[in-house]
């Protein structure tokens, strides 16, 4: 029997990458919660880097957003509040003291060592779950600029040769035309397993699915702007 691929996020050989706290810790898998809020956190440093760090609420309505996120979540305040708590705990979230509020920023950049092209496409794979080259090009616009499908890629694949991986590429299925990329923030993934429950579920790409996917993305860059002048008015 064919034994199926298991990718699992472990800890790193205290050799490789030392100066980075995942050098020598390994990092628990986390939860849905604390994916969504790191995700937030990473996307709004590079959408309204005026209100970054993010207060409570706005990390709140972030992780609440109804575009540019899959699945759309419905977290409550305490949970988000915990989320960077327990963020800032594992070392992936800091803290940043203001007049008026509580803010928080992201740590993800010092604590894997990366680059900000691949904090950018993780960004988006914790935010959106598996995606092909093509989408996380197309959906990177705002948080980063990428040369072409080829860097996209290059970076993915740095993202899934590191020692632990932080991401895997899921081969395509039936109907299906691009491989996809899936973090592994969440613990391990079973490939097999789910690139053939995602090929049975996928539904056939579209021209008005391609027109709603940009219709989702500027309305989400307006709800950014829309936060960015509240949180300016609360400070």
Do not use: W
């Not at 950049?109 to 090009?137: I, S």
């Amino acid at each position: 029997m064919r034994q199926r691929q298991r990718v699992i996020l472990s800890g790193m050989n205290p050799t490789d990458n030392a100066s980075s706290p995942a050098a020598t810790t390994p990092l628990p898998p986390l939860s849905a919660a604390e994916l969504r809020v790191l995700g937030c956190l990473i996307e709004k440093e590079a959408t309204t880097p005026d209100t970054y760090p993010l207060t409570v609420n706005a990390a709140h309505v972030a992780a609440n957003q109804k575009t540019a996120r899959e699945p759309v979540m419905a977290l409550e305040p305490g949970e988000v509040n915990h989320a960077l708590r327990q963020l800032e705990a594992k070392g992936l979230a800091r803290q940043v003291f203001s007049s008026r509020a509580e803010r928080y920023e992201h740590r993800a950049t010092g604590f894997f060592d990366l680059p900000r092209q691949q904090v950018a496409l993780l960004g988006l794979l914790l935010l959106r779950g598996a995606q092909t080259v093509h989408e996380l090009l197309a959906r990177s616009e705002r948080l980063c600029k990428f040369a072409d499908a080829d860097d996209v890629r290059h970076h993915l694949e740095r993202l899934c040769q590191r020692q632990p991986a932080l991401a895997v590429r899921i081969p395509r299925g039936p109907g299906q035309r691009e491989d996809r990329y899936l973090h592994l923030l969440g613990g391990p993934v079973d490939v097999a397993a789910y690139a053939a429950a995602a090929a049975a579920s996928a539904p056939a790409a579209t021209g008005l699915e391609a027109r709603v996917a940009a219709l989702e993305e500027q309305l989400a860059q307006l709800q950014s702007q829309l936060q960015a002048l509240l949180d300016a008015g609360a400070d």
